[in-house]
């Protein structure tokens, strides 16, 4: 299984909401990855998990929480976000250096 | 620290090859990448090239990679109208712990 998988596909959420977006992989990739990416930009890093704890956390505001319940799991918790929080959301995992394998994305509409 | 750059745009007719270029600025770059977005899609890792090599062909695709010019390109033979699509490069260096520096992305249009 070579496939990074994510959900929802699309979320359309208002300011007060909560909800989470997910990703599962089962290449046995122990670094795992959230990215934002507006249209047309190459994706900016989030964060990054290396054997299911948080070693990269790059200044990203506390309305988005992540979590990692086991090695083949990420999850992205949102709350309060704000209309210029809407972009795709990429997950990814990684392990070495042969590249990072990219979900197909959740596009989120804060509206 | 790293920066990698990209020309924005390549236009080519459909069955002529595509070369879309990239340079990056830190010789210490371990591993250079090549990946593919089509619209509304996720990315797609293509291909990627170790730097103690100067070339690496997948089918359709060879990637050069020149050291002393720290240039990297990516060429697409006999390319198709599925081949459109936004061309990311990135690097990463032995400070960057496996984190991808990306270039600005090539738009690749083909030409009927």
């Known amino acids: 299984d070579t496939e990074v998988t994510q959900t929802p596909k699309h979320l359309v959420m208002g300011m007060t909401n909560k909800k989470s977006l997910k990703c599962e992989q089962h290449m046995g990739h122990r670094a795992m990855y959230w990215y934002k990416q507006k249209a047309k930009k190459p994706p900016e890093l989030m964060f990054v998990?290396?054997?299911?704890?948080?070693?990269i956390n790059e200044s990203v505001p506390s309305r988005f929480s992540p979590e990692c319940p086991n090695s083949s799991l990420l999850n992205l918790h949102l709350h309060a976000l704000q209309p210029e929080d809407s972009a795709l959301y990429l997950c990814?995992?990684?392990?070495?250096?042969?590249?990072?394998?990219f979900g197909p994305g959740t596009r989120l509409t804060v509206l | 620290g790293e920066d990698v750059e990209q020309s924005l745009f390549l236009s080519v007719r459909e069955g002529d090859s595509s070369v879309i270029n990239c340079t990056y600025t830190?010789?210490?770059?371990?591993?250079l990448y090549w990946y593919k977005q089509e619209p509304g899609a996720g990315l797609q890792l293509l291909t990627y090239i170790f730097s103690n090599m100067d070339m690496k062909q997948d089918q359709r695709l060879t990637v050069l990679l020149n050291k002393k010019d720290k240039h990297l390109s990516l060429r697409i033979a006999d390319t198709q109208t599925g081949d459109s699509a936004i061309y990311f490069c990135a690097a990463v260096t032995k400070d960057s712990n496996y984190q991808l520096i990306w270039g600005a992305g090539t738009k690749l249009i083909i030409k009927p």
């Open positions: 998990y290396s054997y299911e704890k948080l070693s």
């Open positions: 830190d010789s210490s770059s371990t591993y």
């Open positions: 990814a995992s990684s392990q070495g250096g042969a590249g990072q394998f």
